[in-house]
Every structure is written in C-alpha cells, then in structure tokens.
C-alpha cells in the first residue's frame, strides 16, 4: 500500500501488512512532515488496516531521526488540500483495530495529535511530545485542544497547548500521555503492546470525559495566559478551546478549534511567526560559505570566569566540549568555579539535569591560572573587562602560546576586533563571538567577522552555534555590531520622549503593551547603567557635538545610581519591587526644562511608532553599510536577543506590512527635530520610493 507519491519522490507512507499486526511507516524526511502525500497514504493506509482480516491491529512508526514533527509548515501559505489532518486523523481514532504508535524523537503538532487518536502510545526514553502550534501563531488544529485534556486533564492540557512547551517522555507517561516506554526495540515493543490490545474493548481517547474545572479558576487562568502572552493572539485562543473541551462533544470541539485554526492561519501574526520560524533556520546559511569547511574544534579555553565566562563555559559544557576555564588569580578562578557549580547545582534542584549529568559536566570543565595551559586548545575565547586595551595585551599574550590554526575569539560587546586583531601575527584567525547573557541560556550568537577573518573561521562559527544549539548572526564590524547599535539608537529616542514629556514608566510600558517582554528604562536597570555610562564617556570625544545629547542617564551614574544592583537607577527597588521614583520624575523635568521644552502628554501609539521608526532606520543603516547580508539577519537579532515581539515577525519584516512610507515619514519629522545621526538610511528612502519590500 503506497501514497500516491511523485515518481521522483519515494514513498512517504506504505503499509507492512505483517499479520496479525502490521506497522504504518511514515518516511517523509526530515522530520515526517504530514504533507499533503502523507496524509493521503495514511487515510489509505489506515483504510486498509480496516478493510484486510488477516490484520488485527497496527503499529504506526516513522523512518528517520523522529516521529511526525507536524504539518507541514510550508503549506500553510497555500489554500488547504484534501485529505485534511483533521480527517486521517478520526480515522485513525475510529479504527476498528487497535492502533498503537511507536514514538521516538518528537512527536510536534499534529504528530502529536497523530499519537493522542491512537489507541495507545509507546515512546523511546529519549522522546518528547508538544503542541508547539502557538508559536506559529496557532492553535492545533487536527484535535489537540480536544483530545490532550481527554488524556491528561484540563490544567495539565491548558500549560501544554497554550505554552506550546515539549515534555519529555518520563513526564509524559507521568501525565498519562505515555502508555510504556521502551526497553529497547521500540516498534518489537509497541508491537507487543498492540498484540495484547487484540480482542480488548478499543480505548478511543475522544469518548473519554473531560472533568471540568472551576468555572471561576478557569476565568482566571484564561486572563493569565492572556497577560503573558504579550499581544500574541494565539495563547489566548488556545485556552478558550481546552476549556470548552469540558462542555462540548468532541465534533463539537473539533468544528470550534477548525474555525479558530483556520482563522488564525490566515492572520498577520501566523505568518510573522512562521516568517521568524524559517528566519531563524535560513540566517545558518550564509551566501558562498556552505561549501567552505570548518576548523575542528573540540578543546575550548575561556579566558575570564566572570558572569560571562562562565555562562559561555557551561554553553560549551553543554554541548560536549572539552573547557578550560582560566584566569589571573586564584580568587576570581575560585568564583568562577563556584558561580559554574551554582548554575548546575540550581538545574538539578529543579529537576532539569540529574546529579549524574551535573557531575559529567562539571568533569568537562578545566581550571587554570594564567594563559600558558592554553597552548592545546583549537579555539580560545575572551571574556575579560571591556577595555580596548586589556583585550589587545591578552590578544598579544595568547598569540604568542597559541599553536598555528587556533582561532582566537573576542566576546566584546561593541569594541572595534579589527583593533583587537591587528596586535596578533594571525588576524585572519581572530572572530567575535558575541554571547548575550546569560551566554548558557541566550540563543544569540552574533559572530562578527573583521575584513581579514577568513572564511573557515566564520564556518566555524556557524558550526559551533549548531552544536550549541545557538542562532547564529554573522555581520561585519562597526560600534554594537547589529543589537546593541540598534539599542543604543532607540534608547537614545526613549531619552528625547522623556524629555518631551514621557517619564521612564510610561516608556517602558508602552513598549510592553507592544510586545516586548522589558522596556528600554528597566532593562538598563537590570544590566547596570555604570556599562553604558563607561562606554558615552569613552565615546565622548569622538561624539557629534551638533547630536542632541540627553544626560539624564549620566546624572543617574553620577548620583551612584547603577539600577538594581544599587537599589536605584531609573526606578527605586524596595524588597526588588520596582517603583517609579520622584527623584528621576524631578530630574527629568529638570532635562526639559534645560532643553527649553514644554512637557506634553505623549500618548502610547506615538511612543511605539517612534521607538519602531528608529529601529528600522538603523536597521536600515546597517544594511546600506553591508554589515549584515539580509533584512532577516536584523529582524533574527532583533528578536532572539533583544525580545523584539517575535508576532510580528522583526523590525524589517514588519515595516513591509506597516509600510515603508509612513515610517519614512516619522523618520524624516525626527531627523528635522533631532538632528546629526537621525537621517534617513537610503535604503530605507529607496525602498520607499521604489515601493519595493525588505521580503518580496
Ligand atoms: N514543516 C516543514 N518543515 C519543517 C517542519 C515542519 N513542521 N519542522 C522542521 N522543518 C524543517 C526545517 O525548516 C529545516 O529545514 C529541517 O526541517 C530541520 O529542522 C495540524 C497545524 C522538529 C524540533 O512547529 O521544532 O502541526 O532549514 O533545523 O533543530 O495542529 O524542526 O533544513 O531546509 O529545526 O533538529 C507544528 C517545528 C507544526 C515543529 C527539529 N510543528 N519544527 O529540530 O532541525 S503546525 C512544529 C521544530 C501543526 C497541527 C499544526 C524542529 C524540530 P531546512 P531543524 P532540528
């Protein structure tokens, strides 16, 4: 039995009719996409499992690295093609045989919903389950809403689907999604589970009851998700359909969750987050390096254990390297150690890493003091005190004990690595690697290649981001590189709207009700002002004294206030509360009235379509200077590192759907206020005038 699969296609689904149980092999690579190929074989297939008496049940199994990862995404840009998942997938409930599915790598989307209509689920230790579909700006739409609550309940259901988390195959049996986990074989294993289902009355997971929750709970529940989601749509609709899975019969349910799928599939934010979903994949492939090979790389040095140091230590840990951590005295390596362990230590008590795994990892990491126990590694990476000239002495040092072909990496934030470089007799071995902190957790990695970095070595970078499981950005040198130039441009326009009129609060709120997870103001309080305040002085006497500057931040520093760490910065913490303090409102004012400017009210909107017009003319900067090869380069950064609301897709991607002319326009009224720096990118003009798209 075959899908009727292109010729040059091989067959997606066939039917091995073993009797008395037979097994359905999905094999649709990579990742057993339920394709439009797929979900005719398996209708026919399932059909035949129906149809054949020498068949008494039926194992369902994928070919490959994991069982169905979902719909195929690439579809969703099309108009819906027969037979719908939906569809395959009551037939698979409604088989008159017992119907158990073999599940190993994950089962994502509706290959989880494949799982929840059949009879049973046999999973491989190392598998894991999710509804991820709110990430697409979804909801699952071939009856996950309906079906994981009949299984595992309405609270459990309601975390799973409107989080879109994974859960790994313990946690899952422990939910009651999971029947048994594998021994070993797992399809001998799920054949045995489905030879003792022969002749048993069939379980069908969507004649199970719903208990229903608290009808006030509930409610209350619905309203957080929605809180969370930050303007996301689909979280919120997600809950509304778990919820109803109590009251309405499973058609019922199902009709309601088609509606809202097929609505949602259809909507800006479905293809903002699908747009980001490819982005993030496509920004690994950078023009004219997929043929170039990278440089071994399995020896690792980090020179500084700082917080920095040590998240980059434990990111390589991680992921299997072999680390050495060094540093210049016994004290600092000391807390470095310590500050390593605490991290581990932490995962452990919550759950997420067993002691054995901790002690594997921690076994992974090397101490030393001093640079000269580098001399084995195949890359070495620095992340000591942001200081020009503290990076080039340690450069000089390391070039001279490290052995030809290790690639020297700097961690720098926004130092110029050309300069960092040019002290080293290997310049065309020296990258940036740009960490985001925490380095363990953060999945950027801005690699900054100078003009004398070679090939091999960004490859190399492109390939360790793999292995850490990181999204990678290769751009160019200029001050920020991508992120931070960008945040320290829109940062700059948050500083005019105090002046005008906002206060810190309103700022930071209007850019939350936006999408962001923290305005610009509690941001820099979270990552201490004293890092920007060092780097205006440094760039002071190379700033434009025609560009508007504001020193409200400086009067901050100046005043000892740092943000959290010292109870004070643009905020007052009280017990870590953050509260809106009457010295800043008082030092504000005082900037306007400096400035010779009367305060107004500055309304939200205007507050958003600002702060987004500087983005995306930076953006657009960046781009006209060739820094980053493409629009997505930016909106990835944009989005992974600095919490750009992934809903709408990044700065560039949603500037072609707000369109170019009325953001020219806002940049054009800015550039005549605010003077040097704020002219419009021609790129940003051309495109405008041209009517042409950052995503044609
Ligand atoms: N559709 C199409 N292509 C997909 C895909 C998908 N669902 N998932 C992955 N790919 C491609 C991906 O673009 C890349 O292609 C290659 O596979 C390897 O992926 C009805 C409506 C499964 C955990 O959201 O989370 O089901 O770049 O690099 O790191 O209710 O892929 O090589 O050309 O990510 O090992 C729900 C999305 C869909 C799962 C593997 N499912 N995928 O990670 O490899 S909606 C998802 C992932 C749905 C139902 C609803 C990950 C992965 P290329 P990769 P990986």
């Known amino acids: 039995m075959t899908a009727a699969a292109s010729p040059e296609q091989a067959e997606p689904v066939r039917l091995i009719p ?27 297939a399932i059909r035949e499992v129906d149809r054949n008496p020498q068949i008494e049940a039926v194992v369902m199994a994928c070919a490959g690295r994991t069982f169905v990862a979902g719909a195929d995404i690439r579809e969703f840009g099309q108009s819906p093609r027969e037979p719908h998942l939906p569809d395959v997938i009551n037939a698979i409930e409604a088989c008159s045989k017992p119907v158990v599915a073999a599940i190993h790598g994950t089962a994502l989307g509706g290959g989880c919903e494949i799982a929840l209509a059949s009879h049973a689920r046999v ?14 700006g979804l909801v699952p739409g071939a009856g996950g809403t309906q079906r994981l609550p009949r299984l595992i309940g309405l609270e459990a259901a309601l975390d799973l689907v409107t989080s879109g988390r994974n859960v790994k195959a313990a946690e899952a049996l422990r939910l009651g999604l999971v029947d048994r986990l594998s021994s070993g074989d797992l399809r001998q294993d799920a054949i045995e589970l489905a030879r003792e289902l022969i002749g048993q009355p069939l379980r069908r997971t969507g004649e199970r009851p719903v208990a229903p929750m608290d009808a006030e709970a509930a ?10 989601a930050r303007g996301a749509e689909a979280p919120g609709k997600a809950a509304e359909l778990v919820l109803l899975s109590a009251s309405l019969p499973l058609k019922d349910g199902m009709a309601r969750e088609r509606e809202t799928f097929l609505e949602l599939r259809s909507s800006e934010q479905s293809a903002a987050l699908r747009h980001a979903f490819f982005a993030e994949r496509e920004v690994t492939r950078l023009p004219g390096l997929d043929s170039v090979e990278p440089r071994p790389v399995q ?21 299997g390297f072999d680390v050495k951590v060094v540093e210049t005295s016994e004290q600092a390596l000391a807390a470095g150690q310590t500050r390593i362990a605490d991290v581990y230590d932490k995962q452990v008590g919550s759950g997420r890493l067993t002691a054995a795994a901790r002690d594997e990892r921690l076994r992974t990491i090397g101490y030393a003091l001093g640079t000269s126990s580098l001399s084995d590694r195949d890359l070495v990476i620095e992340a000591v005190f942001e200081d020009l000239e503290v990076k080039r002495s340690l450069f000089r040092d390391l070039d001279g004990i490290l052995p030809p072909g290790t690639i020297l990496a700097t961690n720098t934030s926004y130092l110029d690595i050309s300069l960092i470089a040019s002290v080293t007799s290997r310049p065309a071995d020296v990258v940036g690697l740009h960490f985001f902190s925490p380095a363990n957790v953060m999945k950027l990695l801005e690699i900054v290649r100078t003009d004398k970095t070679t090939a091999d070595v960004v490859a190399t970078g492109l390939s360790l981001a793999k292995r850490l499981r990181k999204i990678p950005v290769v751009c160019r040198v200029c001050d920020g590189f991508v992120g931070n130039r960008i945040l320290s441009r829109y940062r700059l326009q948050a500083e005019y709207l105090l002046e005008e009129g906002a206060l810190p609060h309103e700022i930071d709120a209007a850019l939350e009700a936006f999408g962001f997870p923290m305005g610009p103001f509690a941001v820099s309080d979270l990552a201490g002002l004293d890092i920007a305040w060092a780097r205006r002085k440094r760039l002071a006497p190379t700033r434009d004294p025609r560009e508007r500057y504001v020193d409200i931040a400086d009067r901050l520093c100046e005043a000892g206030r740092f943000g959290r760490k010292t109870g004070a910065g643009w905020y007052r913490y009280e017990g870590g509360k953050r509260e809106v ?30 702060i987004r017009a500087a983005i995306v003319n930076e953006a657009c900067k960046i781009l006209d200077e060739r820094i980053v090869e493409r629009p997505l380069d ?15 897709g990044g700065p560039l991607f949603e500037a072609d759907r707000v369109g170019l002319q009325p953001i020219l326009a806002q940049v054009k009224e800015r550039a005549d206020q605010d003077g040097p720096g704020w002219e419009p990118a021609d790129g940003l003009v051309g495109c405008a005038a041209s009517g042409a798209k950052f995503y044609p």
């Open 18 to 44: 073993t009797a008395p149980v037979a097994v359905i092999e999905i094999d649709n690579p990579p990742v057993n996409a339920t394709s439009q190929t797929v979900r005719t074989g398996l209708l026919e």
């Open 123 to 136: 999973a491989e230790p190392g598998a894991s389950f999710g509804l991820p579909e709110v990430k697409l």
């Open 219 to 228: 409610s209350a529940k619905a309203a957080e998700i929605r809180r969370k």
């Open 299 to 319: 020896k690792v040095g980090i020179v500084g254990a700082g917080t920095m140091g040590s998240g980059i230590a434990i990111a390589f840990a991680d992921a």
């Open 581 to 610: 303090d009457p010295f800043v409102t008082t030092l504000v004012e005082e900037s306007s009235q400096r400035r010779g400017l009367t305060r107004r009210r500055i309304p939200a909107d205007e507050i958003q379509s600002r």
């Open 634 to 648: 930016v909106d990835v950064v944009m989005m992974h590192g600095y919490g750009y609301p992934a809903w709408r």
